[in-house]
């Protein structure tokens, strides 16, 4: 039997490929940074730019989604290699939608204007909400770099931590009071809130992913039809 | 899906190997929604050990081919799989100096049993070879008539000889030509031929070593679109070289190396989740 290099070419190909999804991580957390502050600077330019960035995290979707194709069509990976680029294609579609999410937070702040009535309480809870979330996402790609099924499971707890805070933002939403202007903000927010909530999912269903490759058996960290 | 480490195939004798059923939901058994139109036999090796001379080229394994499944054997060059098929139906003893031990069940008949004619054997358990071997000299009905002949089969030759060539999807591109010499065929042609030739014995069970290995590519995808057409008669063993050949076409696949069987399993799993590293290594393409 010749122990050779084997398929060092496509060896390659896969690693890069796998590099330039994660990096829409990357990008997906300089976004979220970028919303983050806008958010708590009131900063509408800014989240402008984060509206009209988004392209760049289309871009990488489109690049990776051409790669994976490519690398199917042309290099017929199998077993572990196929699920990594299996893996791949879902992690490039969650990085594509956790920029929506940053979107969908940025075109909120010129609704609510420069000089919204705010609640202080409220705020607090988004913002631990957002610290929680850009922890999730750079964990969930750490996850899949060192192929680490305990340090991709630790997501589910953060996550619990995030959709309790976004039970928090509800209850105080509903009782903003009476005042048109302050529940309209408060319901900006709550919107604001659930993007947010969704990326921290977002970050647990890439975690889900780095199992499957590790272990060839998907399975859903939590069943969102049980959790509360 | 198991991935649980499969015990080391070095130790003998062992467990006979079969995969496990419906190990992964909507395998390719389970999605052949065709039926089977006669039962083929299985077959079942223990312990089976191959001698060169002295060198021992299989290593004592055991595995079973399920009646109308087709199982693909892969590995390295020189890692035992055509000398397991060849001693399935008792050609490895042809080549002098060489040897087998150890079990061989066509269903509940030993093939290596004191009362066996060789030649039963080797009607029940047919062969396709790499290379296309027509008989030269006879022509497309007489290659196919042939094996008729030699086994002392009576009834209407000629009908048989129509069904074996349908049956092995050439008759619409010969049946105007049947006089003129097999070899006279393109290398597809021919290999089907052989096909044809060896359908017509009724045999239980059909070994392919390397079947499509010599031919183009369209001559290949009809050889595989004939295996599935096959295994709803018999039982189908086939040796290739061709990892994505396997994947295509068999239910099942066993992995040698070294004369062992390293892993044996439904193909799905071989080829997306492989319980030993070292199928894994070969599967990815890592050696070999």
Known sequence: MAMGTGRQHFQEELRGLELQALGGIDLVV???????????????????????????????????????????????????????????????????????????????????????????????????????ARSEVAQAKQAFL??????????????????????????????????????????????????????????????????????????????????? | ??????????????????????????????????????????????????????????????????????????????????TVVRCINRMHEEIPGARAEGTVMLDDADVYGSDVDVVSVRRQIGMVFQKPNPFPTMSIFDNVAAGLRL????GDVKERVEQSLRGAGLWDEVKDRLAQPGIGLSGGQQQRLCIARTIAVEPEVIIMDEPASALDPISTLKIEELVAELKLRYTIIIVTHNMQQAARVADNTAFMLDGELVEFDDTNTIFTNPSDSRTEDYVTGKFG
């Open chain 1, 30 to 132: 300089a976004t979220l940074d970028r919303t983050l502050e806008a958010l708590e600077q009131q900063d509408i330019e800014l989240a402008s730019i984060v509206v009209h960035d988004d392209d760049r995290i289309d871009g990488r979707y489109l690049e990776v989604q051409q790669g994976i194709l490519s690398l199917l069509a042309l290099q017929a990976p199998v077993a572990s290699d196929l699920r990594v680029v299996a893996a791949l294609l879902h992690v490039i579609k969650h990085v594509e939608r956790m920029g929506d999410q940053c979107v969908n937070i940025a075109k909120m702040l010129p609704v609510v204007g420069y000089e919204p009535p705010k609640d202080e309480a409220m705020l607090e809870y988004i913002f631990r909400m957002g610290r929680l």
């Open chain 2, 151 to 154: 086994s002392g089969r009576k």
């Open chain 2, 1 to 82: 899906m198991s991935a649980e480490p499969r015990e080391d195939a070095v130790r003998a004798p062992q467990p006979v190997r079969s995969p496990q059923p419906g190990a992964i939901a909507g395998s390719r058994a389970e999605r052949s929604a065709r039926e089977v139109i006669s039962e083929g036999r299985s077959v079942e090796v223990r312990d089976l050990k191959a001698f060169y001379g002295d060198a021992l080229a299989v290593k004592g394994i055991s595995l079973r081919y399920a009646a109308n499944q087709v199982t693909a054997m892969i590995g390295p060059s020189g890692c035992g799989k055509s």
């Open chain 1, 146 to 228: 060192l192929r680490d099924v305990a340090v991709a499971e630790d997501l589910v707890r953060q996550d619990h931590e995030i959709n309790r805070l976004n039970r928090c933002v509800f209850s105080r939403a509903v009782e903003i009071g009476t005042d048109a202007d302050r529940r309209e903000w408060a319901m900006s927010m709550m919107l604001v809130s659930r993007a947010i909530e969704r990326i921290g999912d977002n970050a647990v269903d890439i975690g889900e992913q780095v199992a499957f490759v590790v272990t060839g058996e998907f399975r859903e960290f939590s069943d969102a039809s049980r959790v509360p």
